[in-house]
């Protein structure tokens, strides 16, 4: 059973890399751009407050939710396209808020840090922040990209922060980490990641910071006919994703006190 799902979701993959390099159409590109304006309203309205469900985590746990974004007539779609929206939450314990953010504001990300094979800080300013990562996703077939993000940082309180980051360009790798390597062509791509927004908060609290990252992602099209088998693979690695993030921002960012119960 588990071969047949996973030549099921490699046949959905091939049916789509024809036109998955292509630009996004006027149709996927004006549904993304309104997906994510819905986000940023609900975002900017929440920055600054409380964290929901933070009396839930403890050191260990991780909450994880998948999150749809409703319009006048019900969720929210992006057309001829996938899109992966999660929001996880975590405690980082011991961790002291300014500490973190010093960090995040001058550091590119570990690549330990779930998925991130490699990162470099390619510019920056107070509050604001341009990063390179190359990043592996694999879902039957794996893929590595090379990708940029612009990240802007505010400071609500002095218990509270948020930050949100953009990616500007989002690359296929051909034969990444060989003497052949190279960039795709866009005809090339198998569009497995074409948009990625993250939006982050931080609170302090006595036991340390939470963290919550919200994740959007869009991706191509799965076939209607495949979509029941392929649909939750992808929708699983978006949540594994999310999990591996935020257990290697714990990780990074425990106090060593408490980094051995992480």
């Known amino acids: 059973m588990r071969m047949c799902v996973g030549v099921a979701a490699w046949i959905g993959i091939a049916a789509t890399v024809a036109l998955a390099g292509q630009a996004l159409s006027s149709p996927t590109a004006a549904g993304w751009q309104a997906y994510v304006a819905a986000t940023e309203a609900r975002v900017a309205s929440q920055r600054g407050q ?29 057309p001829d396209a996938t899109v992966n929206h999660w929001r996880g939450l975590a405690l980082i314990p011991g961790a002291r808020l300014d500490d973190m953010l010093s960090h995040l504001e001058n550091e590119a990300p570990l690549t330990q ?32 990209l090379d990708t940029e ?36 062509r866009p005809d090339e791509d198998r569009g497995l990641l074409r948009r990625w927004n993250a939006y982050w908060r931080y609170e302090q609290v006595d036991r340390g910071v939470l963290v919550e990252c919200e994740s959007l992602t869009l991706s191509r099209a799965v076939p209607m006919l495949l979509k029941p088998i ?33």
């Not at 994703?241 to 006190?257: C, D, H, N, Y």
């Open 50 to 78: 409380a964290l929901t469900g933070s009396a839930a985590v403890d050191q260990r746990q991780i909450i994880i939710e998948r999150v749809r974004m409703k319009g006048p007539g019900g969720d929210l779609e992006v």
């Open 113 to 144: 840090q779930g998925d991130v094979l490699a990162s470099a800080v390619l510019d920056k300013r107070p509050g604001w922040l341009k990063v390179s990562l190359r990043v592996r996703r694999s879902l039957v077939l794996s893929v590595v």
């Open 149 to 184: 993000h612009e990240v802007t940082f505010q400071r609500h309180s002095a218990t509270r922060a948020s930050s949100q980051s953009t990616a500007t360009k989002i690359v296929e790798v051909a034969d990444a980490g060989t003497p052949r390597e190279r960039e795709k």
């Open 230 to 262: 392929v649909q939750p693979l992808v929708s699983g690695l978006a949540k594994q994703s999310m999990e591996q993030t935020l257990i290697s921002f714990r990780k990074r960012f425990s106090a060593p006190a408490t980094a051995s119960g992480s």
